[in-house]
């Protein structure tokens, strides 16, 4: 069992920056590969971005690519994803997530634990 709680959402400008933190507590963190999705008002749950157990390989969903940076301590049993020039479009409950495939992958279904999630707005 993983227990992943996120912090570091908030209301922002466009252009602004902000730093999601997701500390995962129970499984050993070094064995999860792990996830970013966000749900925006109305819209079904999306990828955002993944990172593979040692972070050695990260991957972000065409919309974030350049902007968004996801990155792992494992020793802190963390995880983050700085997130720069964000867009109204970026506005979204964002949520963390743990999955026992050793990449991961896209969807929802790759994912074995979740997140309440963060709220991220974005105001133009």
């Known amino acids: 069992q993983v227990s992943l709680v996120e912090s570091g959402g908030g209301s922002v400008q466009a252009g602004a920056s902000l730093k999601l933190s997701c500390v995962a507590s129970g499984r050993t963190f070094a064995s999860s590969a792990m996830g970013w999705f966000r749900q925006a008002p109305g819209k079904e749950r999306e990828f955002v971005a993944r990172?593979?157990?040692?972070?050695?390989?990260?991957d972000y969903a065409d919309s974030v690519k350049g902007r968004f940076t996801i990155s792992r301590d494992n020793d802190k049993n963390t995880m983050y994803l700085q997130m720069s020039s964000l867009k109204p479009e970026d506005t979204a409950r964002y949520h963390c997530a743990a999955s026992n495939i050793p990449w991961g992958g896209l969807t929802v279904a790759d994912y074995d634990y979740w997140g309440r999630g963060t709220l991220v707005t974005v105001s133009s």
């Open positions: 990172i593979s157990r040692a972070g050695g390989l990260t």
